[in-house]
């Protein structure tokens, strides 16, 4: 859709009942880690929209109908809900800001973008500022008042000091493991809970849940986010080897930890730079679940799930031509 067409009700509908689906993961989010997870929402979303806007601006198309669509609070929505609570202003904005103009308007906007802009922006700040993007807090998170001094380093009296907030993730500490087993590592590192990560197991489960919600919406097909957790399940549990302390994890803590869920069913679902049809889409999520794995275990990023995705970015068209050439089933 160019910038110079009226707004697509459906678009704008389809974006509503995302946006709408988010809300689950994002309480659970705000009562796990605080007042960061709204800081990031407003910061994301404010500099999306302001980028979205001068990029209009300065291609002198009309602001108000591109900007009512939706697409620029969805990208920024899943980009802050990616981000860690609490990361630097500054991050936050940057992330948003590459992700409209490189992700989304440098190929012509809406419908024309070959990538993930939530992912890219992800992936950018990630590359750039590791050490900021690996400060999560633990649960519960931060007052309000320490939760700015954080984020905009304003000085509250009396507020925590950050550090001791700041814990490493259950797939950060897998990959560093060496000598632990896995039973070990739920029984003593804070970071692990039930299954999974401590916490983040409930957040999957409400991203899992408005997941379900968008299907019966069907606002997506089914086919990618089964070939990403199908995939996901099926190699974590062939390279699984129980509780040793080279252990990569159960299927069940690869599902229910990092951004499996949030992956599945709102990154790769998106439809521009998404796979079209039905089997492309299924190839295209077994291949996004087995790089999230493979960079998990042995890549030099304990979440793979935004590079995972920009690498089947890039294998779309072969997705389709190979969909293409595969005959139909016969029916009897």
Known sequence: MSPLEPVDDRLQQAMKRVLLATVPGMLVLFWLFGWGVLINLLLACGSALAVEAAVLRLRRYPIKPALSDGSALVSAT???LALPPYCPWWLTVSAAAFAMFFGKHLYGGVGKNPFNPAMLGFALVLVCFP?????WPTSHGMNLAAGLQQIFGFNFSGAEQPDAWVTATAL???RINKSLTMDELFAGNPAFGHVGGKGVEWVNLAFLAGGAF????RVFSWHAPAG?????FVISLLCWNGSGSDSHGSPLFHLLTG????GAFFIVTEPVSGAKSPKARLMFGVGVGLLTYLIRTWGGYPDGVAFAVLLMNLCVPALERLAAAQPEPRTP
């Open 172 to 174: 950060d500490s897998l």
């Open 78 to 80: 899943l980009l802050a």
């Open 131 to 135: 050490r900021q993007m690996t400060h």
């Open 259 to 262: 951004a499996s869920m949030l």
């Open 214 to 217: 968008l299907l019966q919406q």
């Open 228 to 232: 990403m957790l199908g995939s996901l």
